[in-house]
T-cell receptor
């Protein structure tokens, strides 16, 4: 059974640019969540999508957005990149149930210069 | 204020030693999860504890959920270099979102 696939693995962008990250969940998982991980703040929740609808959103500015497609694949977008957006962006997929286990991808390492 | 406080933040030990890391909160939780994250990878779920006082064992790892369901500990017996990684505790806050502690970075040297 394939795991959660995130692409690309590494990305270098310039301040002011925008970036799109992709996440393919485990087959059959309908929930996809996104997290930002930095050394100072740890893992912080960005948003969660379920059946193409945003179900929850963390405390991040509107520059951070996402969407989910009918095949459960998800993308997140960050516009007008800032140096502080440099982080490991992780996606996790889970079955429909709230208490289902979460499986994380390997992440996308974004560096903003 | 951090919902989950993990201690210590960093632990460096020799192979064969025992260790305990802690995850504390002032809130009560219906369940708590432990993850391990290796460098360059995403967190991997180790265990979910749901009952106050519950003890779960995973080979050399022993997880305990506090009686009041506010805290948890992870004990590793005879640590090995393969145990090196970031240990994270997490709870489901809100409908279905995971809230993590900042983690304990464990380094086990041969």
């Amino acid at each position: 059974k394939a795991g959660v696939t995130q692409t690309p693995r590494y990305l270098i962008k310039t301040r002011g640019q925008q970036v799109t990250l992709s996440c393919s969940p485990i087959s059959g998982h309908r929930s996809v969540s996104w997290y930002q991980q930095t050394p100072g703040q740890g893992l912080q929740f960005l948003f969660e999508y379920f059946s193409e609808t945003q179900r929850n959103k963390g405390n991040f500015p509107g520059r951070f957005s996402g969407r989910q497609f009918s095949n459960s694949r998800s993308e997140m977008n960050v516009s007008t990149l800032e140096l502080g957006d440099s982080a490991l962006y992780l996606c996790a997929s889970s079955p429909a149930t709230r208490q289902g286990g979460y499986t994380f991808g390997s992440g996308t390492r974004l560096t903003v210069v | 204020t951090q919902l989950l406080e993990q201690s210590p933040q960093f632990l460096s030990i020799q192979e064969g030693e025992n260790l305990t890391v802690y995850c504390n909160s002032s809130s009560v939780f219906s369940s708590l999860q432990w993850y391990r994250q290796e460098p360059g990878e995403g967190p991997v779920l180790l265990v979910t504890v749901v009952t106050g006082g519950e003890v779960k064992k995973l080979k050399r790892l022993t997880f305990q959920f506090g009686d009041a369901r506010k805290d948890s500990s992870l004990h590793i017996t005879a640590a090995q270099p393969g145990d090196t990684g970031l240990y994270l505790c997490a709870v489901i806050a809100g409908y279905s979102t995971l809230t993590f502690g900042k983690g304990t970075m464990l380094l086990v040297s041969p």
